[in-house]
């Protein structure tokens, strides 16, 4: 078992590019989200989902969209980058809420830098 | 006000001292969890509770409903056990959780 995968782990991109990040999850999880963790600040949650074509907003999701098309993919992309999207993002799995069933299970994240 | 706030922010020790990081916060929830992200990155979930005591080797995590507090002990540190503890809630209504800060723990040899 892979675990939760994320790609790339590294990007540089020029104001206004933009991107997908892809994330993947092999145990069979409903639950994915995307959060971003920046220096001084816990991780804040972006867009998450709760099962296969769903998406919800999170705490800060202007400037990101998303998209659930398989169980076990969750796309997080950038339109128009900014350099207030530098940041390292974490995507998370878990098989939903509930004492003993909300484990989130992180990926290894993905170090974007805006210019 | 943060909802969920950690102290301290940043904790030093000699190894094989006895450990304490305290995890305050001001909303219902459902459960309570500690995770450990690794200096490389890495985040990994230690537990979750929502009463009473949980110990998984060296490590120990009790909570407090009615005082709406929680604390992650370490036993006999070790330099290994150098990284960032981030407690984050899971609120009753729903599945998403609100983290702190973290706090950073440097054990030396």
């Known amino acids: 078992n892979a675990g939760v995968t994320q790609t790339p782990k590294f990007r540089v991109l020029k104001t206004g590019q933009s991107m997908t990040l892809l994330c993947a999850q092999d145990m069979n999880h409903e639950y994915m989200y995307w959060y971003r963790q920046d220096p001084g600040m816990g991780l804040r949650l972006i867009h998450y989902s709760v099962g296969e074509g769903t998406t919800a907003k999170g705490e800060v999701p202007d400037g990101y969209n998303v998209s659930r098309l398989k169980k076990q993919n969750f796309l997080l992309g950038l339109e128009s980058a900014a350099p207030s999207q530098t940041s390292v993002y974490f995507c998370?799995?878990?098989?939903?809420?509930?004492?003993?069933?909300?484990?989130?299970?992180f990926g290894p994240g993905t170090r974007l830098t805006v210019l | 006000k943060n909802e969920v706030e950690q102290s301290p922010q940043n904790l030093t020790a000699q190894e094989g001292e006895f450990i304490t990081i305290n995890c305050s916060y001001s909303?219902?929830?459902?459960?309570l969890h500690w995770l450990q992200q690794h200096p490389g990155g890495g985040i990994v979930s230690l537990f979750m509770l929502s009463s009473g005591k949980k110990k998984h080797g060296r490590l120990i995590a009790t909570i407090n409903i009615q005082e709406k507090h929680s604390s992650l002990h370490i036993t006999a540190s070790h330099p290994r056990d150098s990284a960032v503890y981030i407690c984050a809630v899971e609120r009753t209504s729903g599945s998403r959780l609100t983290f702190g800060e973290g706090t950073q723990l440097t054990v030396n040899p």
């Open positions: 998370a799995s878990s098989s939903g809420p509930g004492l003993g069933y909300n484990e989130q299970f």
């Open positions: 909303v219902g929830i459902s459960a």
